[in-house]
């Protein structure tokens, strides 16, 4: 059974409640799906996932929340090798902060890539002065991106 983590990142628990709310979409896939909600570098490194899903909102200035932000600066300061890892991004923000808009989601996304990590498919982007509930927009966006997954992840 292939292996897929969710790490999160959240302030209030909106994005907690996304990859929640997703996790038995993944699970009727065939995944085996553990929600990490204060996320390590480790739990991304040690034992690998055969996908992983990024769910983050963002915080003040385009910050990533407090639980992700470790992950994310161990993720600067080791720059292990990601090349092995297929992964989605489902960033929450709003678009009123204007160019800060899904700050930590973009700069999460950015990072991975730089570190060889393949993004699959399009990066999801809720804007919470369009969707009230994000998981009104994720629900869908998952299940129309579970079966664009490579048969042997």
């Not at 996908?51 to 983050?56: G, S």
């Not at 090798?81 to 160019?99: N, Q």
Request: hydrophobic share 40%.
């Amino acid at each position: 059974m292939a292996l897929l983590k969710i790490f999160v990142g959240t302030m209030y628990g909106g994005s907690l409640d996304v990859a929640e709310q997703v996790q038995p979409l993944f699970e009727q896939a065939g995944y085996m799906v553990e929600v990490l909600d204060q996320p390590t570098l480790e739990d991304l490194t040690e034992t690998r996932p055969d996908l992983a899903l990024f769910v983050t909102s963002t915080t003040g200035s385009g910050d990533v929340p407090g639980n992700l932000s470790g992950f994310l600066n161990a993720l600067s300061a080791q720059s292990p090798a990601l090349d092995w890892l297929r992964y989605g991004l489902i960033a929450l923000g709003d678009s009123s902060y204007g160019e800060t808009y899904c700050g930590a989601g973009r700069q999460l996304d950015e990072r991975l890539a730089d570190l060889g990590a393949t993004r699959h498919g399009e990066r999801l982007e809720i804007d919470a002065m369009e969707t009230f509930m994000a998981d009104d927009a994720a629900l869908p966006w998952v299940e129309s991106w579970i079966p664009t997954l490579p048969a042997t992840a």
